[in-house]
C-alpha cells in the first residue's frame, strides 16, 4: 500500500499544512537494549505471545479476570396488543449487542448474531493503547456509521481515499487541526458566529482568522443558503483590500447545523460553498455536532405493527440524513475534513467525536495526537 505521504498524487496537499508540521516528532516511549548476551539468547527462544510487554501496561492474558464484556442495548418499541393488560412478553423489543472478549462465550447468547462483536482481545482494551487515536473496534464502528448515514452519497468512489479517527470530542477535533492547519502565514475563515474553541485554537498557533456573514433569515421554505454566498465570493475576490495585513484563506471553518441559530445548510447549499472553496483551493472543514439529532414527526399510536412503525421511522430518519449528507458527498478534490461528535446523542459524559478526511491528513494529525 502507498504511504500517503509519499505518494506523489498527495503533493498538493502539502500547502495546507502548518510550518511547525515539519519539526515535530515523536521520541522514543523508552529505550531498550542492548541486552546482555544471556538475555539476548533466552528471549530469541521465546514466542512473541509468551513475552508480557510491560511499556503499555498489557494484563498477563493467563491471569486477566476479565473474560467477556457484553452491552446490549434494548428499545422497547411498543406492546402488540395496546392495552394494559399487556405483560412484558407481549412487547417488541429491538435490540442492540456490543461484545468484547471470548467468541465461545457470545455464541451462547441468542442475540449476538445481530450484533457487533469487537476484534480486540479483552486484555488489550484495559491497557496504555498503543493506538492513541482510537481502539481498532472503535475505528471499525465507526467507519461503518460513514457507510450507514451514506455520507459519501453519490461521491462513494471517493470512500477509500479517506481514513477515520477517533478524539474526545470537537474540543479536541478542533485544537488537533489548528496545530495541522494554521500557522502565522495562513488565514481560516470562520462563521460570524461560530464555536468559540476554534478562535482560541487558531490564537494558540500564531495564525489569523477572518469572519464571513451568514444569511440569518435563510430557512427550509425559502431555500436560501446559510452562508451568504454573494458575502464570500466578494471577500474572496478583494480579499487583499479588505484583509490586507492577512494571508490569503487557506481553509474554511463552517457548522453545518449552526448554533446558535438554527441554520441548516442541505447538500445543494454545501455543493455552493465547496465549489468556491474548490476555485480558490481552499480546504474545508466541516463541524456536524448535531446532524444525527434528526427529530421527525411524532411516532404513531394508532393500532398496527409497532415495530413496522418503528423501522419505517428510521428509514426516514436515515433517508433525511441522506438528504442533507455531508461536504464528503461533493469532495471530489478530497479538501474536505469532518468533525463530528457523538456527546449529543450518546452518552454526553464520555465525550467522543472523530475526525474523517483523506489519509495524508488523517496520518498528519495521527503524528500530533502521538507526539
Known amino acids: 500500500m502507498t504511504d500517503p505521504q509519499t505518494n506523489p498524487k498527495n503533493i498538493h496537499f502539502a500547502k495546507f499544512i502548518s510550518n511547525i508540521d515539519s519539526k515535530r516528532f515523536k521520541p522514543g516511549y523508552c ?63 429491538v435490540v442492540n449487542s456490543f461484545h468484547l472478549g471470548d467468541k465461545t462465550f457470545s455464541q451462547k447468547q441468542k442475540n449476538i448474531d445481530t450484533g457487533y462483536i469487537a476484534k480486540d482481545p479483552i486484555e488489550s482494551v484495559f491497557k496504555y493503547s498503543t493506538n492513541t ?55 481560516m475563515l470562520i462563521e460570524e458566529f461560530t464555536y468559540p474553541a476554534i478562535m482560541s485554537n487558531i490564537s494558540m498557533t500564531r495564525g489569523h482568522y477572518a469572519s464571513f456573514n451568514l444569511n440569518t433569515n435563510a430557512t427550509a421554505e425559502n431555500g436560501k443558503n446559510p452562508i451568504d454566498i454573494s458575502y464570500l465570493k466578494n471577500l474572496l475576490k478583494n480579499w487583499f483590500e479588505i484583509h490586507p495585513n492577512k494571508p490569503f484563506p487557506t481553509v474554511l471553518y463552517t457548522i453545518t447545523i449552526q448554533n446558535p441559530l438554527c441554520l441548516v445548510q442541505t447538500l445543494k447549499h454545501k455543493k455552493e460553498v465547496y465549489d468556491i472553496c474548490a476555485h480558490y483551493g481552499i480546504m474545508i472543514i466541516e463541524d456536524d455536532p448535531y446532524g444525527t439529532i434528526m427529530l421527525d414527526k411524532k411516532p404513531s399510536t394508532e393500532a398496527g405493527d409497532r415495530l413496522d412503525n418503528f423501522n419505517n421511522e428510521k428509514k ?19 479538501i474536505v475534513i469532518r468533525c463530528e461528535s457523538a456527546s449529543k446523542v450518546f452518552a454526553p459524559g464520555l465525550r467522543v467525536g472523530f475526525i474523517v478526511g483523506h489519509k495524508f491528513f488523517i496520518d498528519k494529525l495521527k503524528h500530533i495526537v502521538d507526539s
Do not use: W
Not at 538475555?39 to 527462544?45: D, V, W, Y
Not at 479476570?65 to 395496546?82: E, R
Open 133 to 187: 487515536y482510537g481502539l481498532n473496534s472503535t475505528l471499525d464502528l465507526y467507519s461503518g456509521i460513514l457507510d450507514k448515514f451514506d455520507y459519501f452519497g453519490d461521491n462513494k468512489s471517493q470512500r477509500e481515499n479517506y481514513d477515520v479517527m477517533i478524539t474526545s470530542g470537537t474540543a479536541a477535533s478542533t485544537f488537533y487541526l489548528a496545530h495541522l492547519l494554521c500557522d502565522e502565514n495562513k488565514t
Open 31 to 93: 529505550s531498550h537494549g542492548p541486552f546482555p548476551s544471556k538475555l539476548k539468547k533466552f528471549l530469541a527462544t521465546q514466542k512473541p505471545e509468551d513475552i508480557i510487554q510491560m511499556a503499555s501496561g498489557d494484563p498477563n492474558k493467563e491471569t486477566f479476570c476479565v473474560k467477556n464484556i457484553t452491552v446490549n442495548h434494548t428499545l422497547k418499541v411498543g406492546n402488540k396488543h395496546f392495552d394494559s393488560l399487556s405483560t412484558a412478553d407481549d412487547y417488541d423489543l
Open 316 to 334: 426516514v430518519y436515515l433517508n433525511a440524513l441522506a438528504k442533507n449528507s455531508s461536504y464528503l458527498a461533493v469532495d471530489t478534490e478530497n
